[in-house]
Nanobody, 112 residues
């Protein structure tokens, strides 16, 4: 069974930081963090390849950092200098075989 379980969301003031974690049940590829704000489409925030290459949405570049710990089957999203517009449900996604799998999401709320 393939599972992705996110944690680390919460309420934070603008300018603050949070670190999200996503524990995956098996080694997965194409790991990434996505987010969906109310009334908006889900969007890519950051992703990391099997070799550790990273890419980011322009809106979070220089503020967010994606990383992974292969030994723990965990991918992280360090979010600094948070803004109210970062408020969303954050989802972890990974691929295994020919399929993509999603976690259940974790809510991040940034107050102004």
């Amino acid at each position: 069974q393939v599972q992705l379980v996110e944690s680390g969301g919460g309420l934070v003031q603008a300018g603050g930081s949070l670190r999200l974690s996503c524990v995956v049940s098996r080694s997965m590829s194409n790991l990434g963090w996505y987010r969906q704000a109310p009334g908006k489409e889900r969007e890519l925030v950051a992703r990391i390849t099997s070799t550790g290459s990273t890419s980011y949405a322009d809106s979070v570049k220089d503020r967010f950092t994606i990383s992974k710990d292969n030994a723990k089957n965990t991918v992280y999203l360090q979010m600094n200098r948070l803004k109210p517009e970062d408020t969303a449900v954050y989802y972890c996604r990974g691929s295994w075989g020919l399929h993509y799998y999603w976690g259940q999401g974790t809510q991040v709320t940034v107050s102004s």
